[in-house]
């Protein structure tokens, strides 16, 4: 008989700790994610598709992916532009810089919206100026923007950091020494370096972007085809007993989270990018 | 400390990489316009309002009793997930079994779901007519529109916190430890409880905080499920938005400066401890 290994637990405790762990998970994210797609197709695939044609719902798909499309890259730049200068060298404040762009992570979204409001509403500290100005920033789109760029800030460069410290600052001194510019020692020695890392910042960004609500619910005053982005739509739709409609948006956002999920998986194993804790 | 105005060659230490002025001055710029300045609005608006009309709301009882189930409901969610995240951390480390690199990454689906999507399909899930609430109702359980719904909600929300925080510490701890414990004749539950548990009871502290600190936060998930009744079910974030809707704001800022001082502590003391802990490693 092969004898117990003491350094682990015997099989029987292993299966049923096992089978404790994937019940925990059934029940608290599997169950979520079918009850989404089941509650949308559960009238019919006729009634799904008119749900998701409808002109309200393509305006709000429409929002969402120009608001993706104008956040996701302002972070990136900044993502980029901050972990060079905090992983290339070595300056006083440091720490507290780090500690600044992680806040946004630690402010309730709720919050996050309502600084927006405080500064840009109308009775807010610019708000006579602005609509002196004629320029509207809060219940439009540039205050969506703005709540979404608060809300997604630190997620490219919170990637980066670890993994160019990591990286150090060899590989730039090479190129610098053998006669590349400043620019060309980014475009062909660091971006191919960290395009991987730089990728999940952006996909993490981007899936954040798409479904942020609390914030985005703040600032944007639930303007049909104007200011309603698909999560806000979700509601809409959900307060006016379109259920059917509401799961139907709802399902492509879920469907946006998996695919997020498996390119997120496929670059964790491709190429050997770990997560740690994320918001 | 030199101040940060002094000319940076004599701040930083040199280097012969270029670029440091333009991508530092890029991200003071930025991380000041989208992040400093909009959330200093928050002390300016509230410093302007005068201490005692800040305690009116921002203590007032109805806010009181939205913080205590805000701050109830988000511990109760981070001592579950403590649990189990644990738990799932602990067989993703160290069991095999078929379908693993799938459960792996479907741990991180709530960072991944919409909050509002979360919270639609919680509430289908839980409401007495539901697939678990059905069977819930008629033993006198009520989930959905209770502070247990609004905790459900901050399981979902919070449980990949836990887990991504304890995996990587679990996963470092060497085996060598444990087979030295056995070896001198514990017992695998005494090497868990005394050399295990020890190890990575940091990390799972740093889980327990964020996913805590995050439930208090969290608005589009509860919303749904929570019903909404002041007094009952309101929660604070959701007390924010109904005194912006009434255009008070004075009351919506008092309340998320209250929360905000509240997170912040908390994030302090969960730096304060990665400290100790680094400091107790050595590194």
């Known amino acids: 008989m092969k004898r117990h290994n003491p350094g682990t637990e015997s099989r029987t405790a292993q299966v049923l700790l096992i089978g404790l762990a994937l019940a925990f998970l059934a029940f608290f994210l599997m169950l979520p994610l079918i009850a989404v797609f089941s509650e949308a197709l559960k009238q019919g695939l006729g009634l799904f598709l008119s749900a998701v044609s409808n002109p309200d719902a393509l305006s709000a798909i429409r929002l969402t992916l120009i608001i993706a499309a104008i956040s996701v890259p302002l972070n990136m730049v900044f993502g980029v532009a901050a972990s060079w200068a905090i992983t290339k060298f070595s300056f006083p404040g440091k720490n507290l810089l780090l500690t600044l762009i992680d806040l946004p992570f630690s402010v309730s979204p709720v919050v996050s919206g309502l600084i927006f409001v405080l500064l840009f509403g109308a009775q807010g500290l610019l708000g006579p100026w602005l609509s002196a100005q004629g320029v509207k920033i809060i219940f439009a789109v540039p205050g969506i923007i703005l709540a979404t760029v608060f809300i997604t800030f630190p997620f490219v460069a919170r990637e980066l950091i670890p993994l160019m410290m990591e990286q150090g600052k060899d590989d730039e001194e090479a190129a610098l020494s053998l006669g590349a510019n400043g620019w060309q020692t980014f475009w062909h020695v660091t971006l191919p370096n960290i395009r991987w890392g730089l990728l999940y910042g952006v996909l993490l960004c981007n899936a954040r972007a798409m479904g942020e609500f609390g914030a985005v619910s703040v600032v944007s005053g639930h303007i049909r085809g104007e200011t309603n982005t698909m999560p806000l739509h979700v509601e809409i739709l959900y307060n006016e007993y379109d259920f059917v409609g509401a799961f139907a948006v709802a399902s492509l956002l879920a469907a946006l989270a998996l695919v997020t999920l498996v390119l997120k998986t496929v670059l964790e194993w491709r190429f050997d990018l770990h997560s740690g804790a994320r918001h | 400390m030199p101040s940060m105005t002094t ?230 974030p959701l007390l924010i938005v109904t005194q912006l809707e009434q255009y008070n704001y004075d009351g919506a800022t008092a309340i998320a400066m209250v929360m905000m001082l509240v997170s912040f502590a908390v994030l302090f003391t969960l730096n304060a401890v990665q400290s100790i802990r680094r400091r107790r490693l050595g590194a």
């Open chain 2, 7 to 236: 000319r940076k060659a004599s701040w930083r230490a040199p280097s012969v990489l270029p670029g440091f002025g333009l991508t530092f001055g890029f991200t003071l710029a930025w991380l000041s316009l989208i992040v400093l300045i909009p959330l200093s609005m928050l002390f300016i608006k509230s410093a302007g309002m005068g201490w005692q009309s800040f305690v009116d709301v921002g203590f007032s009882d109805r806010a009181l009793t939205a913080y205590r189930l805000s701050f109830g409901t988000a511990l109760a969610a981070a001592f579950v997930n403590a649990v189990f995240g644990l738990l799932v951390a602990w067989v993703l480390v160290r069991y095999a079994f078929p379908g693993k690199r799938v459960i792996s990454a479907l741990v991180d689906l709530p960072f991944a779901l919409p909050t509002a999507v979360a919270g639609i399909a919680l509430t289908a899930l839980y409401a007495p007519s539901g697939w678990v609430g059905q069977y819930l109702d008629p033993l006198g359980i009520k989930v959905a529109f209770t502070p247990i719904g609004i905790t459900v909600a901050l399981i979902f929300i919070g449980l990949p916190f836990v887990v991504r925080s304890v995996e990587p510490v679990l996963a470092d701890l060497g085996k060598d430890v444990e087979e030295a414990a056995a070896t001198l004749g514990a017992n695998r539950a005494q090497t868990f409880a005394r050399v295990i548990f020890p190890a990575i009871l940091p990390a799972l502290f740093t889980g327990f905080a964020l996913a805590f600190a995050r439930g208090v936060g969290e608005y589009g998930s509860v919303i749904f499920i929570s019903g909404n009744m002041p007094g009952r079910t309101e929660i604070a």
